[in-house]
């Protein structure tokens, strides 16, 4: 997945928005991130919320599912880790 410049440092408190694709478009996706809480929006449209645990795995808590794929996409914007 490619991604337009994500403005906030990975990894810190507040707001990351960048681009990713889902559903094969390119949309844009706002992610607020508060302690161990994500709470995405994709496109204004598509809202989940994900929670950070304290082995860096993430777990989707509520919302649209999303893939695998973008929840590793999400991590890896947000707080700058890989798998």
């Known amino acids: ?9 990975a990894g810190t408190e507040g707001i990351h928005e ?6 094969g478009r390119e949309l844009a996706c706002r992610v607020e991130k508060d302690g161990d809480k994500l ?23 509520s919302g649209t599912a999303l ?5 590793e996409f999400i991590k890896k914007q947000v707080l700058g880790q890989d798998k």
């Open 1 to 9: 997945m490619t991604n337009t410049e994500n403005k906030t440092p």
């Open 18 to 23: 960048f681009t990713m694709q889902y559903g």
């Open 39 to 61: 709470k995405v929006s994709i496109d204004n449209n598509i809202n989940a919320e994900l929670e950070v645990h304290w082995d860096g795995t993430i777990t989707q808590t």
């Open 67 to 71: 893939p695998d794929s973008n929840i």
